[in-house]
């Protein structure tokens, strides 16, 4: 077993340890009909439907309530098992519940396990854009437990390793050689590889959020991909695409962006691109400016008219760069 991780964020400390959560130790579980079976428990849970039509205002008042109806007070600490869309409004609710009470997750994701679960972003998705209404509240504690992740299918595996790639061209090249050099161990769950990843994934995001925990500058680079990716959700209903291969095919156009502007490497393009097709991600889309433009517009990164969108420089390397109307379409345009 791994030792412990330790992040201050905005003040309040984050411990990761990499075992399973005692649900009998918390107030409230909030699970999915997925994860349900996995953890039972006779600790008082709610138990929402899975997916991202679960990510929304309606929900959060739904866990709110339940919390009212148990007469839990602010001392009560609520859990969050399961994915991103589980970790992220549990989170949410937890903020406002009593103006905040205790928070802590067990992400069952790969994806959630590396991103969602760290770092105090919550929201809910609100009228159709993602994560358009959320706070920062960090959990105390996140329980890491891989040997969840063998049951996982093997499509929403694999949509966690765009996070994973996402985490390693930001901070830290090591993680993008194990990817590069390790690939079959990643692809068949070795829990020794999988800890690795997951471990050095988090200190990444760990470093950057203790930074910067409200995300007022270097925390934006977390973004790599997003800006693209969450438009391609919104404008397609969020259908067709798991978050994961949405991020995986926006960083493939935040790397044309980048080639563009002018910015990114015709080299560090290609290996980048090449380790995203070697675990599957689509790199096309049938996704136009026009389609996208109202989602991009939204884009909280946004300033003066242009869109902030991360851009890769080379290994551990990259920067925010502001994209006109024209770059965007033509760096949407552009084949892979």
């Not at 069952?108 to 509240?137: C, E």
């Not at 390793?161 to 050689?177: M, S």
């Not at 949405?246 to 393009?269: D, E, K, N, Y």
Request: aromatic share 6%; proline share 5%; hydrophobic share 40%.
């Amino acid at each position: 077993m791994r030792d412990p991780l330790s992040f201050s964020i905005g003040g309040a400390r984050t411990e990761v340890v990499f075992h399973a959560l005692d649900p009998s130790t918390v107030s409230l579980c909030v699970l999915d009909e997925n994860t349900r079976p996995l953890f039972r428990t006779s600790s008082p849970s709610i138990v929402l439907p899975p997916g991202e039509t679960a990510k929304t205002w309606q929900t959060a008042q739904s866990i709110l309530e339940r919390g009212v109806s148990l007469g839990l007070g602010r001392d009560a600490v609520m859990a969050g098992i399961g994915g991103g869309v589980i970790c992220d409004v549990t989170s949410f609710a937890a903020s406002l519940y009593m103006r905040g009470c205790g928070l802590v997750l067990q992400p069952t994701t790969l994806l959630a396990m590396v991103d969602a679960s760290l770092g105090g972003k919550t929201g809910v998705d609100f009228m159709g854009y993602k994560n358009l209404v959320g706070t920062f509240y960090p959990a105390s504690r996140i329980h890491v437990d891989v040997s969840v992740l063998r049951g996982l299918p093997e499509r929403e595996y694999i949509s966690g390793l765009a996070e994973v790639i996402k985490t390693a061209v930001i901070g830290d090249e090591q993680l993008l050689e194990l990817l590069e050099t390790s690939r079959s161990e990643v692809l068949s769950r070795s829990a020794p590889v999988l800890e690795e990843v997951i471990s050095r994934s988090l200190a990444v995001k760990g470093r950057i959020v203790e930074e910067d925990p409200r995300e007022h500058g270097r925390r934006a680079v977390l973004n790599l991909g997003h800006t693209f990716g969450h438009a391609l959700e919104s404008a397609t209903g969020f259908s067709g695409w798991t978050h994961g291969e949405a991020v995986a095919w926006g960083i493939g156009r935040a790397l044309a962006a980048g080639a563009i502007l002018g910015v990114t490497p015709p080299a560090f393009r290609s290996r980048v691109e090449s380790l995203l097709r070697s675990f599957g991600f689509r790199l096309k889309a049938e996704a136009r400016y026009q389609d996208l433009a109202a989602a991009l517009e939204r884009d909280k990164k946004r300033r003066d008219g242009k869109t902030r969108i991360v851009v890769p420089r080379g290994p551990s390397d990259v920067i925010l760069c502001e994209a006109g109307a024209s770059e965007l379409a033509a760096a949407l345009e552009e084949k892979p």
